[in-house]
């Protein structure tokens, strides 16, 4: 097993940066190598994704990290939504006043039309309300429609150090910078912001682990310049998309390679230079054959802890759609498949993964709680 000594972190912290099976974190997190269960957008299988109830229901679920997507705002303020194209997840289509700014742009090198949250300042922003953004599949989460305001990241903060008071245990953060590349070209640069806002309250400055993630590599370059290699409570994560597919900064840099690159023994020794951890795509660590079943594992667990990184994979959901296929139950694409879920998060679990991200927490919980490693 590798062990990672990590110096000069409070007792309180270094258990969350251990790739070993040593407990840590005053008993926060789960006795099982510490395995981090990261409530994907909150708890998106069961409320509107990226709102404070999703938040609070995935803290309320066991969920250890919550995970906010941050876009900016025309003033400047950062807000989570999953992308800065917001018409499939508020209800700015149906606002008559908003009606003018629907627009068609080129984000990351695909053309996209709707409603930016760069062109709203805060305050329109704050009169959208979320709504759930695949109601095919979870036609439960429509009931909330219209209800949750679009949180900032000052809000999310709040509510993570207020939840922390209120079931004793410490809940991290793990904000995502969207498409930094494309923000910084209109003048609004992400990164400053979001640790200036990080600064603004002792909890998400000293006290949670704040993980950074993005899928560009550059940024992550840039902050890890900014905070420095041994900030005791921030970790900076490489996100990894398809092996096939290529970084948007790489793109917009002229160069050919792709995470397929960033994924081998070289390529994790060249992210550890700069990152913490690596988020891949689930599939990179145990592909699908040809029938949808999960197959053998690669490499990439095994190259990314050789450098020392951590692996936390995306994305794990409940519902029969999205499980693997000897997984699913005999119910419709729509239904949760709590106990589908589990097992392939422990199929994950034996690979060797160290976290993972879950729309659906407290099944993320049960899994990890129930698992022994062989």
Known sequence: MIRIRILGLPLALAGLFSLSACGGDGGDLANNGNILVIGHRGASALRPEHTLASYTKAIEDGADVIEPDLVATKDGFLVARHENEISGTTNVATVAKFAGRKTKK?????????????????????????????????????????????PTVAEIIALAKSMSAKTGRTIHLYPETKHPSYFQSIGLPLEDRLLTALAQDDYSAKRAVIFIQSFETANLKT???????????????????????????????????????????????????????VGPNKLSIIPQDSS??????????????????????????????????????????ATRNPDGLAAEIQAYLKAGIDGFFTDDPAVGRRAVDTFKRS
């Open 223 to 277: 902050l890890r310049g900014k905070i420095g290699k041994n900030h005791p409570t921030y970790r900076l994560v490489q996100l990894m998309d398809d092996g096939r597919v290529q970084p948007p900064d790489f793109v917009l840099a002229g160069s050919k390679r792709t995470y397929g690159d960033l994924m081998t023994v070289e390529g994790m020794k060249e992210v550890a230079a700069y990152a913490d951890g």
């Open 106 to 150: 080129v984000i990351d090198g695909n053309t996209l039309e709707g409603w930016f949250t760069e062109d709203f300042t805060l305050a329109e922003i704050k009169e959208l309300r979320a709504k759930e953004r695949i109601p095919q599949i979870r036609p439960d989460n429509t009931q909330y429609d219209g209800q949750f305001e679009i």
């Open 292 to 333: 949808g079943n999960l197959g053998q594992p690669t490499a990439l667990v095994g190259n990314a802890h050789a450098a020392g990184l951590r692996v936390h994979p995306y994305t794990f959901r409940p519902e029969n759609n999205f499980l693997p296929a000897s997984l699913k139950s005999n119910a419709s694409a």
